[in-house]
């Protein structure tokens, strides 16, 4: 491999890993950590064991009805977009 296309591929690599960086980091605009779990547990979570920013919404893991679930909740609103038994 040449030295511009060694340039070029360590270019690209660092290019992308900045964006991923960025893909895990709350919106301006998100609401606030402490509220969405809130919100989560006036839904019927009794605990919240894993929560982050991921891909544009909150992700996490908590209890429900006494079974671990597996979330992601909306970043602006907090409402619950998905959620499944975690396996």
Do not use: C
């Not at 270019?11 to 893909?23: D, N, V, Y």
């Not at 980091?25 to 019927?44: F, R, S």
Request: hydrophobic share 40%; proline share 5%.
């Amino acid at each position: 491999m040449n030295r511009f296309s060694t340039l070029l591929l360590a270019f690209a690599l660092s290019a992308g890993s900045a964006g991923l960086a960025r893909a895990d980091t709350p919106g301006a605009d998100w609401m606030p950590a402490d509220q969405v779990k809130q919100k989560l547990m006036a839904n019927g979570y009794t605990s919240i064991t894993e929560f982050e920013a991921d891909d544009g919404h909150w992700e996490g893991e908590g209890v429900k009805n006494g079974v671990k679930m597996q979330f992601h909740a909306d970043p602006k609103t907090g409402a619950i977009l998905s959620e499944k038994p975690d396996k």
